[in-house]
């Protein structure tokens, strides 16, 4: 019996490797295995299982967090904010593409929708991008990397689903995920700077002409409001979690009813926009819940056949140093970006693996952070990276595969860079939360 939990794992994966849905997946093969392991016993233990996971507090954050993003999104704020970063750095080289980065970490903490976020700017700035001079590799990195900020950079639903898999706190881990996710912000920048300073050509200042059209007081008064109103926003959500004020569930429907009232105050809100927001998020929350589901199930076998202390003894016996077990994880995760969900990592991946960083005294939180920058990294690399699929079908026709994937590889080799900094320095995610927890 030692080695069923082993083949109840690797069914999981061939299973998802052959392309079937992956909630049904976890779901199928958990009640086939949890049938064959504890007889009819196990459809009384499921409900129960099923019901502690859909009554978990913290999950309520996870379609409220969808909600704000996509109301946001829906305010049009994002154009304003493109166009006054232009204004601002548009006479340097590669201002444009530090304007998309600027963006790109605002609406992280903003919105947390990778889709949103890629979405708008490609159809904003990349054809402006390309009108400009700007090499097609250099405009569609810069775009693809910065809509990825907001699985990083807090209110993240990576890191809402990761606090309640690793049953840590949510809060703390938006607190360490701040200083990371403006670490690879710093590290794009100085990719810009460089590529700007060496090769000119691919990165271009704007003309003279098309600056000139906003001066003096016209010009501060549109950069004051297009900045002031994601300023308390983003202050309202996660300044109430860092203040101690809110819970990340609260500050999550804080964030809903502030992204409401500024698309009323915009006047971009009628019945048509209010359907869509409520069908997109139900469309998002509910697949993210269907795999819940399928992973709890996943879970209760997995754990019932004794396969968390099956692992742990393995990792035991092998005399495997701590750190050389984090790297061999972080390895894992990182491959299976390259063709599984972030979803499907979380709930299949990390519950594996948590109760051996635990026996290992390997801090969480610090884990928690180190798992959030590598699925970061998964919407950057292909052939599934959805960073990439949301940019191509935005992109215009100049723009190929081609482009898109030379121009993400310098960001994956600048995420593995972060990574290793974070892995080599803790510091840089539990330092914030031990100041804000003393």
Do not use: C
Not at 232 to 258: D, K, N, Q, R, Y
Request: hydrophobic content about 60%; aromatic content about 12%.
């Amino acid at each position: 019996m030692d080695a069923l939990p082993l083949i109840f794992f690797i069914t999981i994966l061939f299973l998802l490797m052959s392309g079937f849905p992956v909630a049904f997946t976890l779901g199928g093969a958990s009640l086939i295995f949890g049938l064959f392991t504890f007889g009819l016993e196990f459809f009384n233990l499921l409900p129960l299982r099923i019901w502690g996971v859909m009554n978990n507090y913290i999950l309520i954050a996870v379609p409220l967090f969808i909600f704000m993003g996509v109301m946001f999104e829906k305010s049009g704020l994002a154009e304003d904010l493109l166009e006054t970063m232009a204004l601002l750095f548009g006479k340097l080289r590669g201002g444009l593409a530090i304007s998309v980065l600027i963006v790109g970490a605002i609406l992280a903490a903003a919105t947390g929708i990778v889709g949103a976020t890629v979405v708008t700017m490609g159809l904003l700035s990349l054809p402006v991008m390309i009108k400009k001079g700007y090499d097609p590799k250099v405009a569609t990195g810069i775009i693809a990397a910065s809509g990825t900020l907001g699985q990083i950079i807090p209110p993240s639903i990576i890191l809402v689903l990761l606090g309640s898999v690793l049953n840590i706190s949510v809060g703390n881990l938006f607190i360490g995920a701040v200083i990371p996710g403006f670490l690879l912000v710093f590290l794009y920048l100085i990719w810009i700077i460089l590529v700007a300073f060496f090769k000119p050509k691919a990165a271009p200042a704007m003309p003279q002409a098309d600056l000139d059209l906003f001066v003096g007081k016209v010009k501060t008064k549109r950069i004051i409001t297009a900045f002031i109103v994601p300023f308390f926003l983003i202050l309202s959500v996660l300044g109430s979690i860092f203040a101690g004020i809110a819970s990340p569930t609260e500050a999550a429907a804080l964030g809903a009813m502030g992204a409401t009232v500024l698309t009323i105050i915009r006047r971009k809100l009628s019945i048509n926009t209010l359907s869509e927001v409520m069908i997109r998020t139900m469309t998002l929350t509910s697949m993210a819940f269907m795999i819940l589901v399928g992973a709890s199930a996943f879970g209760l076998v997995f754990r019932g056949m004794s396969g968390d202390t099956y692992l742990t003894n393995l990792i035991t016996s092998s005399s495997l140093e701590p750190h050389h077990f984090l790297a061999i994880v972080m390895i894992i995760i990182f491959i299976a970006g390259f063709f599984i969900d972030f979803i499907e990592i979380i709930f299949i991946i990390v519950p594996v693996v948590a109760p051996i960083f635990v026996h290992l005294n390997i801090d969480l939180l610090w884990v928690g952070i180190l798992i959030a920058v590598n699925l970061q990294t998964s919407f950057l690399t292909p052939p599934f990276g959805f960073s990439l699929f949301y940019l191509k079908g935005v992109a215009p026709e100049s723009v190929t595969t081609s482009h898109i994937y030379k121009g993400i590889i310098p960001y994956v080799v600048i995420q593995l860079i972060g990574l290793l900094l974070i892995i080599l320095f803790p510091e840089i995610a539990l330092w914030l939360p031990g100041i804000i927890g003393n």
